[in-house]
Nanobody, 129 residues
Framework: QLQLVESGGGLVQPGGSLRLSCAAS????????IGWFRQAPGKEREGVSC????????NCADSAKGRFTISRDNAKNTVYLQMNSLKPEDTAVYYC??????????????????????WGKGTLVTVSS
């Protein structure tokens, strides 16, 4: 079965850190661009960070710049999102998505969900004291 599985979410205090993981099963991520997206209650899904198959990355959201870092370990078939200095407004369900088609990471940030090849089911991040 081809799927992406997110993990690493949880409850964290403001100012804390979390590292999310996106692991692929049934296929290899080597040739895929991977993006992290999030959806807060009552809001639309938004891009957070994206990384291309050759390691070019970008933070989609201004709020993520300087705090979030995306990385990939193809040997482990996993992409990570390191989130530091977390704020209550970062509370959301975080999803990872894979895209095989060649595009820029900036374009992937704003691509509508149906454009992705695979989606995970998400992991909840709650930032609260």
């Amino acid at each position: 079965q081809l799927q992406l599985v997110e993990s690493g979410g949880g409850l964290v205090q403001p100012g804390g850190s979390l590292r999310l993981s996106c692991a692929a099963s049934g296929f290899t991520l080597d040739n895929y661009s991977i993006g992290w997206f999030r959806q807060a209650p009552g809001k639309e899904r938004e891009g957070v960070s994206c990384i291309s198959s050759n390691g070019i990355s970008t933070n989609c959201a201004d709020s993520a710049k300087g705090r979030f870092t995306i990385s990939r370990d193809n040997a482990k078939n996993t992409v990570y999102l390191q989130m530091n200095s977390l704020k209550p407004e970062d509370t959301a369900v975080y999803y990872c998505a894979a895209l095989f088609r060649i595009t820029t990471v900036q374009a992937m940030c704003i691509m509508p969900p149906p454009g992705m090849d695979y989606w995970g089911k998400g992991t909840l991040v709650t930032v609260s004291s």
